[in-house]
C-alpha cells in the first residue's frame, strides 16, 4: 500500500509542475490544483497508514492513527481551495483584459 501511495504522490507531483510549466493559464491553474493534492496525500501519509483503528487513544485502545495530519489535510483542503478560486479569478480578469490566455515572457513576440 505504501509503494501505490508514494507513486500516486509522485505522479500527482510531477504532472502538477509539468502543467505549470505550460504557458496558458488554465493549465497552470490545474498544475497549482494537483501539486496541492500531491502535498496533501503526502500529509496525509505522514499519520501512519493504518486501516479501522481510532484517530485518539481511549482506554482499551492499545493502538491508534495519528489525528494531526488529518487536521492539517482538513486545513490544507479549505486554504487550497479558496486559492484556487482567487487565482481562476485572476486568470478571468487577465484573459478578458488581454483577449487570450497565453502568458509571454517576451513582448517583442508581439510587435513581429
Partial sequence: MEVLVSSAIGVL??????????LRTFPVVIGM???????NVF???????????????RDG?????????QALVLTAIVISF???AVVVMLALGAF??????RIDLDESEDDQ
Fill in 33 to 39: 490544483s494537483l501539486l496541492s493534492y500531491g502535498v
Fill in 82 to 84: 479558496g486559492m484556487t
Fill in 96 to 101: 478578458i483584459e488581454a483577449g487570450n490566455d
Fill in 13 to 22: 507531483t510531477a504532472a502538477g509542475i509539468y502543467m505549470i510549466l505550460r
Fill in 61 to 69: 485502545v492499545t493502538s491508534y492513527t495519528d489525528p494531526i495530519p
Fill in 43 to 57: 500529509l496525509f501519509a505522514t499519520g501512519r497508514l493504518v486501516v479501522n483503528q481510532p484517530p485518539i487513544l
